[in-house]
Each structure stands twice: as C-alpha cells, then as structure tokens.
C-alpha cells in the first residue's frame, strides 16, 4: 500500500499470494464511495488452486477502483485508490465559524419550565438484519462462501453470518436444518464437497452423458494367484504385492490380445496405443483420486507392487502431481478392499474401457465330479460402445478371467 503524493488517498495493493501471477479477478465487492472497515474483503482473486480476497487494509473511504472482472493481477498491482478513515472524518468535523447565540426569549423559557419532566419512551431498536439479508447479494460473504452456497443450493438471505460484522462463513453453510425446515423427528447437515470431487463431478457428468456405457460381468478364478501372492509376500519382505499389482499384469496381458480395449477415439478415428499406462482409482480422504502407473509393460511384479505403494501414499496425502495422473490408456477401479459384487465404474475419458474389481469370495465351483471351494472375484468391465462391441467385450474379460486363473505364465 502507497500513499500517493500530495493527499491523504492510498493504492491498495495485492499483498504476497505465494507463487501464482496473473491470478484473475472473479469478484470486486466494492464501489467508489463505498466506506469499509480494516480487514474488508475489497475484491476476490482465484486461481486453479484456491480463491484469495485482498482486504482492506484499513478503513476509510473507496476512491476510485482500478480492476474489473476479469482482469489478471499479480502481488503489488493496484487494485482501488482508499481515502483512510481519519482523512474524511478530519474532513467532515473541519471548523467553522458558529452563528452568534441569541439570548432566550421569556415565553421559550417559560415553555421550557412547563416541559414535562417525564423522559421520552424509548423506541425499541430495529431489527435491520432480516432487511440487510433481504437479496443474496447484498449479504455479507467471500466469493468462495458464495460459490459454495451456489452449489450447494442454499439461499445466503437466509443464512445468519456468524463471522465478524455478520459475515457468513463455510460453518454456517453446514450447520443442522432447523427442526422447521426437516420432517418431524428428524435432522439433516449440508456440507460442501471436497474440491476432488467437485473438480471431478462435471468429467464424470459428461463421460457418463457423452459416452455410452455397457457394463460386461464375469467371475474369475483366482484361487491359485492368491495363494502365489501370498507366498511372494512370505518369501520376499521389501513390498507388499497386492491384487492390484497382481491385475495390472494380467490387464496388460489382455490388453495387447486385445489393443482396441488400449484405444481412444478421436472424431472418427480410433488411436491404437502401443504403451499401457495403467491408472487406478485410490480411495483418499478427499476422494477418488487416479494415479497412472507408466509403462506397466516394461515393469516387473515387485517394481510395480512398490510404485502402487508410492502413488496411493501421496495421493492420500494430497501430494500427487499433476503428471502423475495424466495419459492413462486403461484404469482399474479395485473395491475388494470394501466390499460388492458388482457394479458400473463410470469410462474415465478419453479411454474405452474400465475394469471394476469387488470383493473375491469363496463359492462352490463344479468341477466335473464335485463341488470344490474356489476363490471367485467379481469383474465389471465398462466400455464405451461406440469402439467396444457385446462380443469384444466378452472376449476381452473372458480372456482376462483365464489370465487371472493362471497368471505364472504371463509372469515369465
């Protein structure tokens, strides 16, 4: 902030926002003329990663307000000339020469003896807050706290600020409906979503409405690669192969029988991809993110086993770059950790397909002779219509089912 030369008005600044320049403005929340109060949010900035708002940095008196909607600023641009408080109150109290007091006539003094003594009732106080919350711009709340109320539905006029002067903070988006607004005997709670989410909700909106979907089911055997799992883990303690690592072998296998299933569409063109970047859903605890695991051809059982460690560790620490979850050719959402049977994952565009992986469980398998008990997991292959046919399909997870029933062949 720098005080301009030869009067009391003040440029108010973007203050340090870390590394980001050329950060657009998405809000100005005030106009010449308009008195704010030291820490006022004076115009909102966002950038692909978080909203800043540059306050006031003290009260006074708007000026003149030099950015608009739109424009890009970065630390140290002016954003609004400020004339300071203690300028314009100097200003308004400067002195003046006062009118000569007249003496006071007998009849106002003799009215004044008879005045009641009795004190004037008082009026109760107004309450101005219903008017002030009357339209929803006209409420006290930062542009994130406005975005998030857009999403969510909710009607700030009817949200009492609980921050300083009144303002509406995310809490007060979250709070229990009154037992007014739910049924009888019951309660709900709005909370935002996680920035993942409503990142990737309007991709998965418009892979589900833009490609269309059929979900191939089938049960592998994988009795026997359990047990091979196990007796890797048992026989080697420096990473703990999981059926993930295990899938994306098997995956690879089919894939290359396969290469439409390792595609993507482009007008009417399909692109046939000679590399298999696996990705595969990691459950955080702001969402689904998905890591891709490159050149899943090239690498080996164990190497793959540690990079799935890696990956899932940063994603659930929020440290995954950008990188990391681009390009993938096919991806694996695994349940079995959870639970299910079966289910539809939704086509992470631009791929063709996706395979779904619920929890195995042992089932009575005929054998020719007798029912023996085998270790049987779900599979949901999801494909996009326009490339993967009924019958491609069917081959492709028929194909996979016998990788998976006996993987040591694909693993020498």
């Not at 440029?11 to 109060?37: K, M, N, R, S, W």
């Not at 494909?383 to 019958?391: C, K, L, P, S």
């Amino acid at each position: 902030m720098a005080e301009v030369a030869g009067s009391g008005v003040v440029d108010v600044t973007v203050p340090d926002i870390g590394d980001f320049t050329d950060v657009p403005v998405i809000e100005v929340l005030v106009a010449p003329g308009q008195t704010v109060q030291e820490e006022d949010p004076l115009v909102a900035l966002e950038s692909d990663k978080a909203t800043f708002e540059v306050p006031s940095p003290r009260a006074g008196v708007v000026v003149e307000v030099r950015v608009a909607v739109g424009d890009k600023v970065s630390q140290g641009a002016v954003v609004l000339t400020l004339e300071p408080a203690e300028d314009a109150v100097a200003a308004e109290e400067a002195p003046t020469d006062p009118a000569p007091q007249q003496a006071p006539k007998e009849e106002d003094a003799v009215a004044a003896e008879e005045a009641p003594t009795d004190p004037a009732p008082q009026q109760a106080p107004k309450e101005e807050a219903p008017e002030l919350l009357a339209d929803a711009d006209e409420v006290y709340a930062s542009p994130s706290v406005r975005r998030h109320a857009r999403e969510q539905g909710v009607d700030l006029s009817t949200v009492a600020g609980s921050g300083r002067g009144g303002r509406i903070t995310s809490d007060d988006l979250v709070q229990p409906a009154t037992p007014a607004a739910a049924p009888s005997g019951a309660e709900t709670e709005r909370v935002p979503l996680s920035r993942i989410k409503r990142i990737s909700g309007p991709h998965l909106q418009k892979a589900w409405q833009s490609i269309p979907h059929v979900t191939q089911h089938d049960e592998a055997d994988i009795t026997d690669l359990e047990l091979f799992r196990k007796e890797i883990n048992t026989e080697q303690d420096s990473v703990k192969v999981t059926m993930v690592a295990l899938l994306m072998k098997a995956c690879v296998a089919s894939l290359k029988a396969h290469p439409e299933v390792n595609s993507s569409l482009d007008g009417d063109d399909l692109i046939l991809k000679r590399f298999y970047h696996l990705g595969f859903a990691a459950d955080t605890p702001s969402g689904l993110l998905v890591p891709v695991v490159r050149d899943a051809d090239r690498k080996g059982l164990l190497e793959i086993a540690a990079e799935l460690r890696e990956l899932s560790g940063r994603a659930r620490e929020g440290k995954l770059k950008a990188e990391e979850m681009r390009d993938a050719t096919f991806t694996i959402s695994s349940l079995g950790g959870i639970g299910g049977t079966f289910f539809t994952p939704i086509i992470n565009s631009p791929e063709v397909a996706i395979l779904g992986v619920s929890k195995s469980a042992m089932k009575p398998v005929w054998d020719g002779a007798a029912f023996v008990p085998r270790l049987l997991v779900p599979l949901s292959l999801s494909y996009d219509h326009r490339v993967v046919d009924g019958a491609l399909a069917a081959r492709f997870i028929t194909h996979l089912s016998s990788v998976l029933s006996d993987l040591r062949r694909v693993l020498l």
